[in-house]
């Protein structure tokens, strides 16, 4: 029972990275891809290290990866937020569906 | 199907789409028409390389790659960080020298 519940949360969380990925690469410009990777590829992250913190089973671990994923929910925001800053100048003058995708 | 079969194809699987999403991403750094993408794609193989850890811990039992996987998550939001800086300073920079 417990094999099948970490590997449901594997699939989820390869599902959600390759999403996230696709997103990256699929979107039309900077501010959307950020929308992608942040939070798709987040979660998929977080959903594989919970996996693997079922399949140990130890306290420490647990203790680790929940930091680990605090840690990741907290920085994300912010970093999307200072990239979308420091992008938003240049997008002001084509934020229309890209021509050289 | 046992479960530990179901395990082990999920292993292989989850770490198919993760190599995948890497490579998919790395795709967006090579050809990203600005700073500010290749940023985010950099920023998307950080997290994706986390995953990979994740992957795996559960594949060989070693808990040490958690600690890589803390690690990576403290130094990838502080090369984030810096290289956002860096890109809003240049274009500062940029539309100073472009108003002499």
């Known amino acids: 029972m417990t094999n099948i519940i970490i590997g449901i949360f594997l699939l989820l969380g390869g599902f959600f990275a390759l999403i996230a990925a696709i997103g990256v690469l699929r979107l039309p410009d900077v501010l959307t891809r950020m929308h992608a990777s942040t939070k798709a590829g987040v979660l998929g ?17 647990t203790a680790r990866v929940v930091a680990t994923i605090l840690f990741l929910m907290l920085t994300s925001p912010i970093g999307a937020h ?12 084509k934020h229309d569906k890209v021509e050289n995708d | ?79 984030t960080v810096a290289l956002a800086r860096f890109a809003e300073r240049r274009d500062a920079r940029q539309e100073e020298s472009a108003d002499d």
């Open chain 1, 45 to 61: 992250s977080s959903l594989i290290l919970i996996g693997g913190a079922i399949y140990l089973a130890e306290t420490e671990v």
């Open chain 1, 82 to 93: 200072m990239i979308g800053r420091a992008s938003v100048r240049g997008l002001t003058q």
């Open chain 2, 1 to 79: 199907m046992t479960s530990a079969a179901f395990l082990d194809l999920s292993i292989y699987a989850s770490f198919i789409m993760v190599m995948l999403s890497l490579a998919i991403a790395f795709i967006r750094l090579a050809k990203g028409p600005t700073l500010a993408d290749r940023v985010v794609a950099l920023d998307m193989m950080t997290v994706t390389i986390i995953a990979v850890c994740g992957v795996v811990v559960v594949g060989t039992g070693e808990a040490a790659l958690l600690d890589v996987a803390l690690v990576l998550a403290l130094v990838g939001f502080l090369a």
